[in-house]
């Protein structure tokens, strides 16, 4: 079975562009999560999304956005982007909720905000 | 909100030894994660556990409900093993909103 895939994989925008990633779960998985990770803030929890709903979001502006489609994969976009916005962007997916089920990670998108 | 605290936050063995990673957490939890993720980003989920102790191949993971602890064991290190090692705390009813991260365990493992 194919495992989770994140595109692009590294990406390098200036800033105030918007940017677009996207994650194709495994097949069979309803669930998505997206997560930020930096090295001052560690892995911090973006939103999470089931069958085509989002089920909740983290405390990130209003310019972090994302969307499900029926075939459950996920996009996530980020408006206006800042030099803060340089991470390592990870998505997962899962049969179900992420807080009670093993959740299996995408490669990551490493987004370069200049 | 849940707290998570790991430690060490870095360590460093030769090949061989046994080596022990701690996770302690302030509220109760629907299920504890033990993730690897090595250099280039990948993580790896290892462990999920609610009660017990789960092992698989030479890592074991324990929990202690009433103490609110986990350990990660690695048994005979291997420089393979070097990576970074979090846990994440769930809350009951919560989906990955209530994953609560550690800052990781940075491992390193000397030929």
């Known amino acids: 079975k194919a495992g989770v895939t994140q595109t692009p994989r590294y990406l390098i925008k200036t800033r105030g562009q918007q940017v677009t990633l996207s994650c194709s779960p495994i097949s069979g998985h309803r669930s998505v999560s997206w997560y930020q990770q930096t090295p001052g803030q560690g892995l911090q929890f973006l939103f999470e999304?089931?069958?085509?709903?989002?089920?909740n979001k983290g405390n990130f502006p209003g310019r972090f956005s994302g969307r499900q489609f029926s075939n459950s994969r996920s996009e996530m976009n980020v408006s206006t982007l800042e030099l803060g916005d340089s991470a390592l962007y990870l998505c997962?997916?899962?049969?179900?909720?992420?807080?009670?089920?093993?959740?299996?990670f995408g490669p990551g998108t490493r987004l370069t905000v200049t | 909100k849940n707290e998570v605290e790991q430690s060490p936050q870095n360590l460093t063995a030769q090949e061989g030894e046994f080596i022990t990673i701690n996770c302690s957490y302030s509220?109760?939890?629907?299920?504890l994660h033990w993730l690897q993720q090595h250099p280039g980003g990948g993580i790896v989920s290892l462990f999920m556990?609610?009660?017990g102790k789960k092992k698989h191949g030479r890592l074991i993971a324990t929990i202690n409900i009433q103490e609110k602890h986990s350990s990660l064991h690695i048994t005979a290190s291997h420089p393979r093993d070097s990576a970074v090692y979090i846990c994440a705390a769930g809350t009951p009813g919560g989906g990955a909103d209530g994953l609560t991260f550690g800052k990781g365990t940075h491992l390193i493992i000397q030929p």
């Open positions: 997962a997916s899962s049969l179900g909720l992420a807080g009670y089920l093993e959740q299996y």
């Open positions: 556990l609610s009660s």
């Open positions: 509220v109760g939890i629907s299920a």
């Open positions: 999304y089931f069958s085509e709903t989002q089920r």
